[in-house]
């Protein structure tokens, strides 16, 4: 039977705290969404990752070219981030010529592939299908799965175990201590709370080496009570 990424991992986490599953349970592709794993109460648990491009750990297509190679196309890609950050394009007094517009959308290209911006908001970054790709961290990445794996487990039978990066862990801890005036506390809370997950866990794990630690994991556990309140603790 082929276990996904983390599965075992997660299974031997809660076992060691005390946690019994189902050993006859298994996602077989028989239904639609089926949960990875199930505890011996019935309850079952899905198992994820935060989303970020795991082939970073391995150097891409860019990586392997020529220094010769990889300065040109560094170099035109730093010439059109900066054509489209000075608007420096050919136009008439109220658009772009046709040739302006042309140069734009190819530089729009160029720049998404290179440094992964897509222009239309230079606030994100792609971790995937670029060169030069930026793993970025923050609780909405946590927010964001949790929204994914709701849309699939909707039942209200199934919690939810995430394995996140260390750098999220620590925007989650500062989020924590900041609640009392920082306005995204709620908004991550009310993310939990109004999941079909009656519990969540969330565990570090080492993206970088692409490694669980089972003996001595950093893990939270955050519980929704039958009053719609959170309560989170350190296992």
């Excluded at 302006?100 to 897509?118: A, L, P, R």
């Excluded at 079909?196 to 929704?224: A, G, H, M, R």
């Amino acid at each position: 039977m082929k276990q996904k990424q983390g599965e075992k991992e997660a299974k031997s986490i809660l076992q060691s705290k005390g946690f019994e599953f189902d050993d006859t349970y298994y996602d077989d592709n028989s239904k639609n969404s089926m949960p990875d794993l199930r505890f011996v109460n019935g309850r079952y648990l899905e198992v994820t990752h935060t989303l970020h491009n795991h082939n970073i750990c391995s150097p891409n297509n860019y990586c392997r070219k020529s220094i010769e190679e990889q300065l040109q196309i560094a170099n035109d890609a730093e010439k059109a981030l900066d054509r489209i950050t000075a608007r420096k394009y050919p136009r008439t007094s109220d658009e772009l010529t046709d040739g302006g517009m042309t140069q734009f959308e190819s530089d729009k290209i160029t720049v998404k592939n290179h440094f992964g911006v897509d222009v239309s908001d230079f606030t994100k970054h792609s971790e995937f299908n670029c060169d030069i790709p930026i793993v970025e961290s923050s609780t909405d990445n946590i927010i964001r799965e949790i929204g994914e794996k709701a849309s699939k487990h909707s039942k209200g039978d199934t919690d939810l175990f995430i394995f996140i990066l260390e750098d999220e862990y620590n925007c989650l801890c500062d989020l924590l201590e900041t609640k009392n005036w920082n306005g995204c506390y709620n908004s991550f809370m009310n993310s939990v709370i109004k999941s079909p997950f009656d519990v969540v866990y969330l565990c570090v794990w080492n993206f970088e080496s692409q490694t669980y630690n089972t003996e001595n994991p950093i893990l939270l556990k955050f519980e929704t009570s039958s009053e719609q309140k959170l309560i989170y603790s350190r296992l």
